[in-house]
């Protein structure tokens, strides 16, 4: 499918993957461009509070959603057909170069909304090139048996970004402004690439192959052989189900709860702290053990616990008690996206990796999105509780879904 992306084979000794120079590198390439998003979501979100009224506001933060949803499938097969390394590091140079123009103009006037819209829909178009490829790149940098600590790992920096990101942000938005903020934003992805370019690629069998037709052609022979899985095609509507069930609440429907129990805005950063905790906890778990025994099923039941948690979270009335439910959600729902994430690695013939991550990123990255302003509406007509409890059945439905597909139920990480 694609060409080869290097002359240099990786060492044929397997080591963990905490230790192997290759996966640190990709690590620390990932991690610096995850607190590069977060910078650049605050400042611009910042920004366009700041130049618009907040309906503007919201639709210039929306503008990346319909992109990356129209063309995260593409964005699979074009990482599988070029090559995800090549793929990454041209996403993240548009990325740090779009930004650090962005910071420039904003140091020397006031480009209003339209550039603010612009830069929005490049960020989408590059997320749905930069997600798939990211996804396929363990394969090619870490043997086999280390792929699901890799994807712990992989949590672990998420959760880094996620936490460390928005404070870097919002102190560069206070001490220089949001030109200072996305400059720092451009520098931490453009600190990815010189990581990005020192990985030496492990060759996989598929990348002497030639390829025929188009991406087109490419993508539609990705999605018959997700199709024709026993274990992978099962896992994708699970995957779907997951996110529709689980992104809403939490995005829309905690503020909306957290204004009604008197929280408050330091309310909603506990609740969500409590689940950062939680998702880290579970990330960890899986870095440090490498695998977890029957994978399957764990990851099908954790999904029905953690549905538990996510309908009590909407009858909790103290905030402390919230917490706790939080951090519940957290290590379950983190634990069960985890293993998804792994068992993606492993099942996955590496020549459909970055289609098949495509796929599986749809639903939390392309469609649960869209799905926010549906999710409000509700929301605003019978309160969060139902909401909430809605949600918690469709996740559970995931979960259920996972534990009475066979192949699924016994899906296994390798040792």
Known sequence: MATT??????????????????????L?????????????????SWTAVSSGTPAQAGLVMAVSAVPRALLLLVGG?????LGPRRVVIASDAVRALVVLGLAATLF???????????????????????LPAVGALPPRIAEHDQLARVQGMRGLAYRLGAVLGAPLGGLAVALGGTATAFGIAGILFALSLPLLGALELRPLPHEDRATDGTALSDLAAGLRYLRGHRTLG???????????GFA???????????????????????VLA??????????????????????????????????????????????ALAGLVAVSIGLLAGLSGALC??????????????????????????????SFPVTGAAVGLWGPGPVFVVSAAVCALSGAYALLVPALRRAELPK
């Not at 620390?28 to 400042?43: I, K």
């Not at 880290?280 to 099923?297: D, E, F, I, Q, Y």
Request: hydrophobic share 55%; charged share 10%.
């Open 108 to 130: 020397l006037a006031t480009p209003g909304l339209w550039a603010l819209a612009a830069v929005a829909l490049v960020f989408g178009v590059v997320d749905a090139l930069f």
């Open 274 to 319: 409590g689940f950062g905790i939680g998702a880290g906890s579970a990330s960890l778990l899986l870095t440090v053990k490498g695998r977890v025994p029957r994978a399957g099923a764990v990851m099908g039941w954790t999904m029905v616990l953690g549905a538990v948690s996510i309908g009590a979270l909407a009858h909790v009335p103290q905030l």
């Open 248 to 270: 809403g609440p939490l995005n829309v429907g905690l503020a909306v709860l957290s204004d009604q129990r008197g929280w408050g805005a330091a309310g909603i950063g506990w």
């Open 28 to 44: 620390g390439a990932y991690t610096a461009s995850t607190l590069g998003d977060s910078v650049y979501y605050l400042a611009l």
């Open 77 to 81: 097969a074009i990482a599988d057909r």
């Open 234 to 244: 099962p896992l994708m509507i699970v995957v779907l189900l997951a996110d529709l």
């Open 5 to 26: 992306t290097t002359g240099t084979t990786a060492p044929a000794t397997a080591r963990p993957a905490h230790r192997s120079p290759q996966v640190l590198r990709w």
């Open 341 to 370: 994430n792994a068992l993606v690695q492993t099942e996955c013939d590496p020549a459909y990796l970055g289609r098949v991550s495509a796929v599986s990123s749809l639903g939390s990255f392309g469609i649960a999105p869209l």
